[in-house]
Structure formats: structure tokens, C-alpha cells
């Protein structure tokens, strides 16, 4: 059971090691994948600086839930193009430009355009330029893992490496660490949304 008085770097790491945290990120990479704008990697980051070990348990949830995500987008982008169109072109930070970005990468490179470090196009935009590029399903699924492997990839190592090195002291300032994650995300979804 996890203890509200424990500092919540503690409840997290609790959390992480428990078949919910793999659902939840699962879940939250699938809506992501759809059309949720705000990306699984910052539960992923937090949950994986509190419990570096279950780090790569948590990163297969997140890979598993965006392929399911973006093969139920593919279905939905082949039976009405223009309203899975319309619903990306409504999230913030998608406009025709981030769609042209897709496009071109997966005109250029097929399935290695899916692959992507740091922020940029979001996963959804790639599936939906795929299909409308006349790509198959296996290449959505591949393109998925790959682009998660990729983008979520670099971010999980540095937050297990920071988790196993800085441990101690990140739970004892846990709302030193907070914060500072907090600021973090809000700073990048600015700059990505500016």
C-alpha cells in the first residue's frame, strides 16, 4: 500500500513497480498516439527517475500502447482520411506544416522516417501521413516501435542514469526535483507550442 506521508518520489517508485503504472502508461501512449497531445514520456521520465529498474518495464507499456494507438489510427485514417485529418490538424501544435514534415520524412526514408530523437513531429501525424502515403499496417507498427524507441528512448536512459546516481538525494528533495521536472515540461510544451 502506498503511504501519503512518504515523500512522493517514495509513493512513485512504489507506484512504478505495480501492474497499474504499466497500464496507465500503456493507456496514456495509446491516447497519445491518437490524439492526446501531451506525450507519455513525462510520466515515463518521472516514474523512471523515482524507479530507475522498472524503467525498462514502464518503456515496453509505453512502446506496446502506441503501437496499439497507432494501428487503431491507421484503421481509422484508411476508412475516413479527411475527419483523422481534421481531428490532427484541431490538437495544438499540428498545423499543415508538421503534416508537409511528415510527409516528406516518410516520402524520403519510408519506415526510418519514423525515426526521430527530441521533440518534433508527434507519432500521430506520422501514422496518418503513412497511410495517406499508401503505407501498410506492418509498416505503422514498425514505424511506432521504432519512433518510440528513438524519441522515448535517449529521455529513459538519462532519467535512469540521473535515477541511480542521484537517488538518495533526489528523494530527499523531492520537491527540489518536482519542481524542477514540472518546469522542464512546461518550458518545452511553450517552446514546442510557440
Not at 513525462?42 to 527517475?49: D, H, I, T, Y
Not at 530527499?172 to 512546461?186: D, N
Amino acid at each position: 500500500m502506498i503511504d501519503a506521508r512518504e515523500p512522493i518520489i517514495e509513493r512513485l517508485a512504489t507506484f512504478a513497480g505495480r501492474p497499474l503504472a504499466l497500464a496507465t502508461m500503456a493507456a496514456w501512449a495509446a491516447a497519445e498516439a491518437i490524439v492526446l497531445p501531451v506525450v507519455p514520456d513525462v510520466g515515463l521520465g518521472l516514474l523512471a527517475l523515482a524507479a530507475p529498474r522498472h524503467a525498462w518495464r514502464l518503456l515496453a507499456a509505453v512502446v506496446g500502447g502506441a503501437v496499439l494507438g497507432s494501428v487503431v489510427l491507421a484503421l481509422l485514417a484508411v476508412q475516413s482520411p479527411d475527419p483523422v485529418r481534421a481531428m490532427l490538424l484541431g490538437i495544438p501544435g499540428i498545423d499543415a506544416a508538421v503534416l508537409a514534415d511528415a510527409r516528406a520524412d516518410l516520402a524520403g526514408g519510408g519506415i526510418v522516417g519514423f525515426a526521430q530523437v527530441g521533440p518534433g513531429v508527434p507519432l500521430k501525424v506520422y501514422t496518418a501521413e503513412w497511410v495517406g502515403l499508401g503505407g501498410d499496417l506492418g509498416g505503422v507498427v514498425a514505424g511506432a516501435v521504432l519512433n518510440r524507441l528513438t524519441r522515448v528512448g535517449p529521455a529513459v536512459v538519462v532519467a535512469v542514469v540521473l535515477g541511480w546516481f542521484f537517488g538518495p538525494w533526489i528523494r530527499r528533495h523531492s520537491a527540489i526535483t518536482l519542481g524542477v521536472y514540472a518546469a522542464f515540461w512546461i518550458v518545452m510544451y511553450a517552446a514546442i507550442l510557440a
